[in-house]
């Protein structure tokens, strides 16, 4: 990883170097650029060339806290170097987008904002870099939704831009036993009769700062980010607290924003089939969350791509995962947190065994100015341990975390199992249900808390009108399906569930999300009756409902369906009406999670 300030400087110049010139060019925009320079301390005579600028996600959870000293330590990095190598640079203030905390928000109304709030961070960080006419750019990133929304605004903004995870927290552990614990372990024991052992859980399962530490959808995304090649593959893993995130990586970021400015690397240089194809290997082979189908998508679209079409199809995705082991003990199927994993040598060992494995294109660019290959070299990483990190020839699983599955409850495909989180239920590939349905997570959640001796072995929960404009946003399931993981692991038995919303990273079981077209939209999820049968095959890659096979027996479903809709003014009557504004803009634009379930036109 190499800089040169002074090709930089080279690179960067533009612009008048007196102040005569500054006067003569437009006063009334200028005393602006005047007063904010001399207030921050800066050089007047900069007011017209490039400018640099850092990004932060802030919001109101743990996952947030360690934001502002990172963007501090940054934007201090940044401001010594423009004096110490005299860059032609204008430094401008710190800017911050808003997150929502999904551990907090998680089975509530207010969770539809989590996925909004990914799209609401992508135009706050639009708007920024285009007014400002950023031209060189540090992003802090935290939570799962808001590095997302920054990554697509600076890929489309395609200036030379590096990313900092702030980083993930450490494990609580239980005062008695010294286990590790997490928010998963608080979810799950939210539906156990012990009040004391629930208290003991939300006192000492989340310490400290950081986002979620297991293999949960942060942790999947800055995974996704770092292999991607737009953060330094050695910073995903250490947590918020590490020193190393405000006493050394500050400078090596400011290195990497030098080196892209002066060899003309540009974020889109960097994002290519061949880096997302990367990306997305390294997310299955650590059993990652299943928005990465939804993240992914999105990403690949901001720079240019369209990933079932450019990367991969969702054939070639199956047939990857089947080959692709998992080589990580993480949380949520595991036992391990990514404070282990750095521990056991960090993303970089991660990759170092794929990538020797032949699973891995070692040639993409990275923000170091490196390929993959010569940034796993430079950084040395040790060796599987088979304790947290796995060999490909010993792996934890066999087969790769997440499937992809069509039928005729799912046309267009894109339904998505984790099977590297499926505890029980798939017999010889292949689990047969009982269909019990809700028109809401909220329906759900009662029935689970009210009547939970009511659920049998082998049914399928069926949660509907939560998709992208059901909802609206298409909110996680974390409540439901921790209800229902303790529930099976009580009772020993298997309740599968399918919904046309999505899942947490956290979620495990027998569970298939973005089931679509969703029922909003009149998709076949919307149809299914109590006491229908589901069969998944995970042979044969299909969701089905085998009354809809029967093409006479669809029609008059799909015939009341619509009757329904039309007596209600265009809307389903188990659909939640939407007053916010926001939630409007969602239903009234959502794309459907194969395209990503943003607000973008098509």
């Known amino acids: 990883m190499t800089s040169d300030p002074s090709s930089a400087r080279d690179a960067t110049a533009s612009g008048p170097r007196t102040f005569e010139d500054i006067l003569s060019s437009n006063p009334g925009r200028d005393v602006q650029r005047v007063g904010t320079a001399r207030f921050l301390g800066q050089d007047v005579f900069k007011i017209h060339d490039p400018v640099w600028a850092v990004v932060g996600n802030l919001g109101d959870s743990q996952c947030y806290l360690g934001v502002n000293e990172k963007v501090t330590a940054v934007q201090a990095a940044m401001a010594r170097r423009i004096a110490d190598a005299d860059l032609a640079v204008r430094l401008i203030a710190p800017t911050f987008t808003v997150g929502v905390s999904d551990g907090q928000l998680n089975g509530t109304p207010e969770m539809r904002f989590s996925l909004v709030g990914r799209e609401l961070v992508h135009d706050a960080v639009a708007v920024h870099v285009a007014a400002n006419r950023v031209a060189g750019l540090i992003a802090v990133v935290a939570c799962d939704k808001p590095p997302v929304g920054t990554v697509a605004a600076l890929l489309e903004h395609n200036v030379p831009a590096v990313i900092l995870s702030d980083g993930s927290i450490a494990p609580g552990h239980d005062p008695h036993t010294g286990a590790p614990i997490d928010l998963v372990d608080a979810f799950q024991a939210a539906s156990s009769p012990d009040v004391a052992a629930r208290t003991e859980i939300t006192l000492h399962a989340c310490p400290g700062q950081g986002s979620c530490g297991g293999m949960f959808t942060y942790n999947t995304m800055q995974t996704f980010i770092g292999v991607l090649g737009l953060e330094p593959l050695h910073m995903v893993a250490p ?146 341990d088979h304790r947290v990190i796995y060999s490909t020839e010993h792996p934890i699983k066999d ?153 006479a027996e669809a029609q008059r479903r799909r015939g009341v369906w619509e009757a329904a809709v039309a007596s209600n003014a265009g809307r389903h009557p188990d659909a939640t009406p939407v007053t916010h504004r926001v939630l409007a803009r969602m239903r009234a634009s959502a794309q459907p999670a194969l395209r990503g379930g943003g607000m973008n036109a098509d």
């Open 399 to 551: 087969t790769g975390g997440l499937r992809l599955l069509r039928g005729n409850l799912a046309p267009d495909g894109g339904a998505i199992l984790k099977l590297a989180g499926v505890e029980s239920g798939i017999v010889d590939g292949v689990f047969t249900g009982t269909a019990r349905v809700f028109n809401s997570e909220r329906e759900v959640i009662a029935a689970l808390d009210e009547r939970a001796q009511d659920f049998r072995d082998n049914d399928m929960v069926v949660i509907r009108y939560e998709g992208p404009r059901g909802a609206p946003g298409m909110p996680e399931m974390l409540d439901p399906t921790s209800k229902i993981t303790t529930i099976c692991r009580q009772r020993g038995i298997t309740i599968a569930l399918m919904t046309d919303a999505r899942f947490s990273g956290g979620s495990v079981g027998l569970v298939i999300g973005h089931v679509a077209p969703e029922a909003f939209l009149g998709g076949p999820i919307a149809l299914v009756h109590d006491g229908d049968t589901i069969v998944v095959d995970v042979n044969r890659d299909r969701i089905d409902c085998q009354e809809l096979a029967d093409p």
């Open 239 to 384: 947590t918020s607290q590490d020193p190393r995130r405000l006493e050394e990586f500050p400078d090596e970021l400011v290195d990497c924003l030098l080196t892209m400015v002066a060899r003309g690397i540009r974020p889109r240089d960097i994002v290519t089939p061949a880096s997302l194809r990367n990306a997305l290997t390294v997310a299955i082979a650590m059993g990652g969350s299943t928005n990465v189908m939804l993240h992914s998508v999105e990403i690949a679209r901001a720079a240019g791509w369209d990933l079932w079409n450019d990367v991969l199809s969702q054939d070639e995705f199956n047939e990857l995962s089947r080959r692709l082991p998992v080589i990580v003990n993480m949380r949520p199927f595991g036992a391990y947190s990514m404070v282990d994993v750095e521990a056991s040598g960090g993303l970089p060992a991660v990759v170092r065994e794929l990538l020797g494995a032949g699973y891995l294109d070692g040639s993409t660019l990275t923000c170091t100015g490196e390929t993959l290959a010569q940034q796993v070299e430079r950084l040395a990483p040790p060796a599987p």
